[in-house]
């Protein structure tokens, strides 16, 4: 069976921001037919009348392109401001109501599932990282996500994912900690499950060279798991390099390596970000030859 | 006459988020006693009494330190979705609103100036770039500039920056354009002035090699030219690089330079990105060294 492609559309923000640009992009330039929108083009404080003019945009006209949104994720704006974990509850609460807002916006656009990173602690002003999140901060996390579960399931969604990061600020970021968050918000009112990143898992100078493994991730957590993302890297950094560039990922290995751990049939997106000035044209042809590379690797079998 | 040099909080996202954690590591880590705030740690969409109680914070904790706050600053967040330049004209009321929201925010914190890039056209679906935003957009603009000049003053801020951006999307990007815009814009209730970056001048993909050089934006526009950002980087992209980074950038000739074209008493921001998965006990020795290179090359004279 052939692994679902898609694309994240991190690489269309400041650029192909409605879907009047993107949906031709994606069918038409790159060739796919499924993506994930990313909340770096629709910020979902934006007031309701102007959410659901842009929801209903994004319900109708991918379609009329031969697109399918398969999830709406947080992208690198909300990201930014340690979300669920930030040392302010205040913070954290407008956070919680940032993501039933965007449950809303997805559900009203036709999107079923929604998912990202969940928050990061502060740092420490000597530098030094502890090992893990204070046990307060991660039991007030679960009441968050359990809550969270209700907003959704009112709003209509099906599933909710939660993205491992590679940084101890944040959680989950070891197969460990992602089975018991996964154990310990079971039987919420939506699933929460794992949209895990090829360059997430592998980010060596955390893990180590020996445990940066996406295997470990996928054979661990196969059940848990939702969606994956996609990128090239060289596991020094989270890259999010596109696969015109040479780095430690196999698109072929990869297909494989997710056939032979069970997770054939689930979606996988590609997800690149792109310095802001560099030119539209060369990323369209780098994304191109990228979804090119992909769809070969993933298309056997 | 040395030159007041500080730095952006732009290395503080996600980490040292609250001023009780990046003052003292601006002070006693870095040895400096200037900031440029970044909207990153702060979004002025927060509703009013959070925001109220975090500018009171940001009021008296940097003092206790010995630390100014000279101006606040659009960060990554905000700059992610078009802004004033958005496709949508109500995307672009949304942007004005913030920025207002952002100068009240500023005002109540005791910060008297303001600035960031204005915003984005949208990219075109076969990537081809026009060489100027649309005449309409231009003066939708300049007119949203007039009006937030208005709010500015209203707030009790001192002066607006607008940072050129190397992206032909964007504006001004270009001496000229930056010249005309600020005509266009004199006699504004509050002035508007520039705040240029050493990235951004000498981005040699856009400007070509020999016009990307940040001697022809400070000889033409000294006089508009209200605080500097540098970095390190290469010219082939907007790296933000920090001075522990091998690049084009010499400090000393950077020094020279401003005094040179009569701009030595302008402040000067270090600005530099880290990858969020980075460690932060080498992001604070590698900030700490730059601010130990860069205070002994603007020290002299």
Redesign the interface.
Known sequence: MATPLGINLSFC??????PS?WA??VR??LGLDLVQFSF?LV?P???DE?LDD?AAEIAAVPERHGVTVHSAFI????????QML???P??RD?AERWLGRAYRFAAKAGIARVGGPLG?I????D???AEAIPPADYDDLIARMRRLAVVAAEAGLTELYVEP???R?EWPWTVEQARTMTADVAGSAVPWRLCVDWGHGT?E??YGRYRARMEDWFEALAPEIGAVHIQQTDFQ??RHWDFTEAGAVDPTAAADLLARTGLADRPVFLEVFY???????S???AVARSAAILKTAFSRG
Do not use: C, Q
């Open positions: 923000v400041k650029r192909w921001v409605t640009l031709p992009v038409d330039r770096d910020d404080t934006w007031p102007i842009l992208g690198l704006a909300h990201y930014t401001f340690n930030h040392p302010d205040r913070v407008i990061a502060a740092s420490r002003v530098g030094a990282e990061t590679p940084m600020r980010f100078p955390l950094y989270d310095p802001f000035e560099r030119d539209d044209r990323i369209l042809e």
